[in-house]
């Protein structure tokens, strides 16, 4: 079975700051994907990022971008030029890959507030 | 484009009453649908999964259960609900055979208080 471990319950950074989300997951398989999403107050989840774990580049969207490290298995989260709408919980997921595996194993979450 | 609806947005129901929460996705044909909880302080848990109607798979042993009537509508249900089933829950789709990266897409969830 697979298990995803996120070991910071809580951030705070300021506002325009850059900051780190951990994440690190475990498993047998070497086909998978991993998801960052993120909770806001709305409670709406909502796909920050995505990774293919048998694509070496990172993956960046916008402000968003990921430091995967495939060996470690770590999927870790950087939000640059962080802002107030970024202030949410962020859930690290992880997928088996291959149709019909499309369940995805979340971690605990990291509560995340960006101070003005 | 697709959208998702769950409802009710909150519901405090009693000990041992039953329950019924519903979730439809439209403008796609055929979605795996999935029911998650989130328990505070702990992360998303898978509880039913659907690739088909009538097709239900149980991640956790528990007192709930699951229904796929259509194809595109997932209930949750209970016949007596417990303390411990207080909790978010969440019902999301994906896209069948959309790629291995395709994403889980999420109602915006209902608040259950087991009173």
């Known amino acids: 079975a697979q298990t995803v471990t996120q070991s910071q319950p809580e951030m705070s950074v300021q506002e325009a700051e850059t900051v780190t989300l951990s994440c690190t997951y475990d498993?047998?398989?070497?086909?998978?994907?991993l998801f960052w999403y993120k909770q806001p107050p709305s409670r709406q989840m909502i796909l920050v990022i995505r990774?293919?774990?048998?694509?070496?580049q990172n993956a960046t969207e916008n402000r968003f971008s990921v430091n995967f490290q495939k060996a470690a298995k770590s999927f870790s989260l950087k939000i640059s030029d962080s802002q107030l709408g970024d202030t949410a919980m962020y859930f690290c997921a992880f997928r088996r890959g291959g149709i019909g595996n499309e369940k995805l194993t979340f971690g605990t979450g990291t509560r995340l507030t960006i101070i003005p | 484009s697709q959208t998702i609806h769950q409802w009710p947005a909150t519901l405090v129901q009693p000990v041992g009453s039953p329950l019924s929460l519903e979730c439809t996705v439209e403008?796609?044909?055929?979605?795996?649908l999935y029911w998650y909880r989130q328990a505070a302080g702990r992360g998303l848990q898978l509880l039913f999964y659907s690739v088909g109607i009538g097709q239900i798979s149980s991640e956790v042993p528990q007192n709930l259960s699951a229904s796929r009537p259509q194809d595109r509508q997932f209930i949750l249900s209970s016949k007596k609900l417990l303390l411990s089933d207080s909790g978010f829950y969440l019902c999301?789709?994906?896209?069948?055979?959309?790629?291995?990266?395709?994403?889980?897409?999420f109602g915006n969830g209902t608040r259950l208080t087991v009173t």
């Open positions: 990774q293919e774990a048998y694509k070496q």
């Open positions: 403008g796609t044909s055929n979605p795996n």
């Open positions: 498993t047998s398989e070497s086909n998978y994907y």
């Open positions: 999301a789709w994906s896209v069948t055979g959309g790629g291995d990266n395709s994403p889980l897409h």
